[in-house]
């Protein structure tokens, strides 16, 4: 059954055709991959799906409803949570205030209130332990190292409870002990019944963790397979090597 359902979405930018009738789907409960090589269009499908940008024409339907058109908070209540491919922390907040102003219940305007309620800290603090850095949950954001605001931002998005994670490039800039941790705590989450869809440029990681792969070229859907499918096909090769 798809979860999400992307219809012959378009949009451009002053003449530039971004993304052209594109259309996918993501299964429930699956890790799917979204790949291919610079000014693909991958980024911007996210920014259409997530509602930060108006598409031009086509639709998005998540769980049988449309969302195409709605605010980003709104779909982000309605079960999508992303990230970005640069860290969006607030670096003046702790590490846990930058979890709670992803809450479902509370947010970033209640912030001003007086007090966090104890359930968002509780369950801030178990999703700080589950990406393994819960000591840091009194530390400025502005203080984390790159690595560590990666684990922030991952952990954060899990705030909202949400049925499907869109990650940004979520192996860029990371060392290998560290994308590892990250590997297995999507795989982790996915065996909870958590869907994926991911950008990403690094290959070994796309073919350990996703099935299926959908690489994308010149704004629109080049090819879409198992791993194996994707690697063996010519016209993916020729989209990254230009030939």
Known sequence: MALLEI?????????????????????????????????????????????????????????????????PHQITHMGISRTFQITRDLQELTVLENMVVQSKIKGFWDMFGTSMLKEEEDRAMDLLTFVGIDHLANEKSKNLSYGQKKLLEFASVLMSDPHMIMLDEPA????????????????????????????EHNMDFVMKISNPVICMAYGTVLAQGSPKEIQDDKRVLEAYLGE
């Open 172 to 199: 860029g800039g990371v060392n290998p002990t560290l994308l590892e941790s990250i590997i297995d705590r999507i795989l982790q989450l996915n065996k909870k019944g958590i869907t994926f869809l991911i950008v």
């Open 7 to 71: 219809k012959g979405l378009n949009k451009s930018f002053g003449g530039i055709q971004a993304v052209e009738n594109c259309t996918f789907s993501v299964e429930a409960g699956s890790i799917v991959s979204l790949i291919g090589p610079n000014g693909a269009g991958k980024t911007t499908v996210f920014n259409l799906v997530t509602g930060l940008m108006p598409l031009d024409s086509g639709s998005v339907y998540f769980d049988g409803r449309k969302i195409s058109g709605l605010q």
